[in-house]
């Protein structure tokens, strides 16, 4: 059996398309909009517009809370078209609540908000978040969740040479970000979603280029 961490390792490669299909789950999932928001749905990625009315959503999500937190991996690939006016959220919820910058519904995933990008978890009561820098997401990233754990693949490093430019790190590498272990999330099945809501009257959009889940137990 092929371990998690050895498709980690094979998905992280500098794929210019991925495509992992799992016919029964594609079946379960809700496309929902508000106001201008919408999707545009391609072989290799989704697009999820807020289109130009503010206040609009676009919001996708697996409608069976079938993810297990506590053993599960989730891996996806991303890229937003600005760095700021909207929030998003993508990541694990215990429910179909619409998501909000402070929420305390269980959760652990990744957030946009006023610009700044964060991880964020919950236990039901309490929230703790931490902002973090030096990621351009507007660039394609790979994003890892487990449980309440972080990480972050970027681009290779660019870097200026007297006769132009040369890639400094061929090759991308793991970021952890920190495990959030205030207030973890609780060990229960949850659903899986993303979401993006503008503040301007302008665009926003989110795109998933792929998403892979997976579960490991210790047995």
């Known amino acids: 059996m092929v ?123 309490n929230q703790q978040k931490l902002e973090i820098v030096g990621f351009d997401w507007t660039n394609n990233l790979l994003y890892k969740v487990k449980y309440n754990e972080f990480w972050l693949k970027p681009l290779p490093v660019i870097v200026p040479y007297f006769d132009g430019w040369r890639i400094e790190k061929p090759m991308r590498e793991w970021k952890n970000l920190g495990t959030l272990g205030t207030f973890p999330p609780t060990d229960q099945a949850y659903y899986l979603m993303f979401y993006i809501k503008n503040s301007v009257n302008y665009d926003r959009r989110l795109t998933i280029k792929h998403i892979v889940y997976g579960e490991e137990y210790a047995d």
């Open 3 to 125: 371990s998690m961490d050895e498709l980690i390792k094979v998905i992280g490669e500098d794929f210019t398309r991925f495509m992992h299909v799992n016919f029964l789950s594609t079946e379960q999932i809700t496309f929902k909009q508000l106001g201008s928001g919408g999707f545009t749905k391609n072989i290799f990625e989704l697009i999820m517009s807020t289109g130009s009315t503010s206040n609009s959503y676009a919001w996708m999500y697996f409608d069976v809370a079938n993810f297990t937190i506590k053993f599960g991996t989730l891996l996806f690939k991303a890229v937003f078209s600005e760095e700021d006016g909207y929030f998003a959220f993508m990541g694990f919820k215990e429910n179909l609540n619409e998501p909000e910058f402070n929420m305390t519904d269980n959760h652990a995933g990744f957030m946009v908000y006023d610009g700044k990008l964060y991880i964020s978890v919950a236990d039901g009561d």
